[in-house]
Structure formats: C-alpha cells, structure tokens
C-alpha cells in the first residue's frame, strides 16, 4: 500500500477529507482577500486575516511538520514522534489553516515540499532548537548549574581565606556569574537589604533583619610588629603592653569591627590606644608596620601570609574575631546553595 493509501485507510479518513477540502477552501479565499487588499476587519474562515493565526502555533505542529518535512513520509514520520498517522496529517493541515499557506503537495504515491514548505522547514528547525535551549537553561538554572552570585566581603577576608574557595567554585560551577564585590559592613549589609548583593561576608555579630546567617571563620586577633620590634622576645603579648604603642589601624568612620573590639580591649585594660597612622586597606596598614610606624591588630588568618620586615604574635587574652555569611531570608537560589555549600567546605580552614 502507498503512502497515500496508508493515510486514507485511518478510520479518520472521512475527517481528514472534509478537513482537507475546508483548508484547501479557506486558503483560496484567504489569498483572495489578501490580493484585493482586503483590510484588517475583513472576516477570513477563521475569523482573522491571513497570518494572524500565527500567534497560535503551538511546538508540536512544527515537530510535526519537520519529522514529515525530512522524512517525505507520514507513516515513518507518525512512528519517529510516536503519533498515529492520522493526528500528524491533521495536525500539519492545521499549521498550515493558519499559516495561510500549503506546506505540502500530497499525491497518491509521494509527498513533497511547496516552496513555502522549504522556506519553513529551516526556520522551524532554528525554533525548535531555540525551544530547547530555553528548556535546558531553565533546568540548568534550576539546578543553580547557571545564573548570577553577587558576593560581597571584607577586605581582611581576601588573606588566606577566600581565594581558595573562590577558585574551587569557579571551576566546579563555570556556568554561575561569581560577581565579587569588597565592601566594609555598614555596606554590605545595606546592599543586602536593598538586593544589590546576594551574600556577604561579613564580622559577627551578626546584623539585625530578615537575614539567614552561617558562621564561616572562627579566629582572633593578632598584633603585627615591626620585624626589629622587641616585644618580638615575647611569645604572646598582653593588651597592656601595647599602651606605650604607637598603633597603625582602620579609619574611625569605617566602624571596622577589627577597630572597635581592640578599642574595647584597650579600654578594660584602662587606656586608649595611640593611633598614629589609619589606612582603610589592610595591606597599606601592615605596609606602615614594616616600615616601622607602629604596631597593628589584624585577623589571625594574615599571619599565614609572609610580609616583608613584619611579623606577628598572638595576644595574651585571645580576642575573638569571626566572620559570618550573610543572605536575605528565602532568597537562596540554586545557585547561592551551590556558592554556600563550597563555602562549607572551606570555613574548616579558616582556624
């Protein structure tokens, strides 16, 4: 039996034959219409000028018509989308209803592309592939394996601490946009209460709102000396000491965590500390330790960094410095799980 003869024998023969000659009908009279210059108001067979129907197109009947398309065969195309032959045909004569054009010229014995149809077939495939992408970008995001995470930290933060975990997510999630943004605290927080970041790291304590938190690193601070410094004889320094001290620190209006806890320190031990030198960046400050312009209290984590003519030792009475990241309350994306989870990995590194 031919191609042809295989169609006609479905029990929706008698359907598609009527449907056939409607659309052949409805095809006539819309070309009719569009060479008189019919206007927009003019009612067509389906109640719209040519074209219009369009916007109704659905990816089936364009799957469809490419399986038929590439195949020139309705009974191996019906088997390749795992349809019955019958839907494929009326569903490829409803694509062309309102196409307002004929895609294929059907005989007894063959099938084979109009024009239009070759013109059309391109484009459906670019379509398709469009649809497809779409649909994978979608999942992927979904599984947080693309999208943006906009992270902000401190600058202290950058010592020891975060390369490591910055460079294991790039390379396990290269699909995610890691946006990184230093800032000091008051900043950060801002910038997750307004959405301009994702996540921050940020000093504990933690900052009041709608925030989830997670402890990241847990350490204390040290004092950074001048290499020829004498309280170098000593293994860990007492606060006390440090009163005589000229100290290199952060600026009063950067409300640095580091500057108040070693203020309040000073304090309990009944002196304020003598600040001769501020810098708002913390390799500018241990730069003017080297160079000999007094002492500076800094994270335990830039100890494991080698600076030229500075060392460091702890303190007598440890004082606890960590850092916590910080996110809004029900804005975990998939990818913000995946940045948090890498980040889990690598806060057991941060003693």
Not at 94 to 115: F, M
Not at 166 to 192: C, H, K, M, T
Request: hydrophobic letters at 45%.
């Amino acid at each position: 039996m031919d191609n042809y003869s295989r169609e006609s024998a479905t029990p929706h023969a008698s359907l598609e034959a009527h449907e056939a000659t409607r659309v052949v009908s409805g095809t006539k009279h819309r070309q009719a219409l569009w060479r008189r210059g019919a206007d927009s108001e003019v009612s067509v067979s389906s109640g719209e000028r040519p074209g219009a129907g369009c916007a109704r197109m659905d990816l089936r009947r364009l799957r469809y018509f490419v399986a038929v398309a590439e195949s020139l065969h309705f009974g191996r195309a019906a088997q390749q989308v795992h349809v019955v032959q019958s839907a494929i045909s009326q569903q490829i004569k409803l694509l062309e209803a309102d196409l307002g054009v004929v895609l294929l010229t059907r005989t007894r014995s063959s099938v084979s592309l109009t024009d239009a149809g070759r013109i059309f077939l391109p484009e459906c495939r670019r379509v398709l592939l469009q649809a497809e992408e779409a649909v994978r970008a979608a999942r992927q995001a979904a599984l947080g394996r693309v999208g943006i995470v906009k992270f902000s930290f401190i600058d202290n933060a950058l010592w020891s601490l975060l390369p490591p975990m910055i460079s294991a997510f790039r390379n396990r999630y290269s699909g995610v946009s890691l946006e990184l943004q230093p800032r000091d605290r008051i900043s950060q927080v801002e910038a997750l209460e307004s959405g301009a970041i994702d996540v921050a790291l940020i000093p504990a304590p933690t900052p009041r709102g709608n925030f989830e938190t997670e402890l990241f690193a847990r350490g204390s601070l040290m004092v950074a000396l001048p290499a020829d410094h004498p309280l170098l004889d000593m293994e860990r320094v007492d606060v006390s000491m440090l009163a005589a001290h000229d100290i290199v620190t952060f600026p009063l209006e950067l409300n640095t965590r580091i500057r108040e806890i070693f203020v309040a320190a000073c304090a309990a031990e009944g002196f304020s500390p003598k600040v001769s030198q501020e810098a708002s960046q913390l390799h500018t400050q241990l730069a003017l330790v080297g160079a000999g312009c007094g002492l500076s209290p800094v994270p335990g984590w830039v100890a494991a960094n080698n600076f030229q003519n500075v060392e460091f030792r702890p303190l007598q009475c440890p004082l606890n410095y960590d850092l916590v990241l910080v996110w809004r309350r029900g804005s975990k994306t998939g990818a913000l799980a995946h940045f948090l989870d890498v980040a889990r990995q690598y806060s057991k590194r941060a003693d």
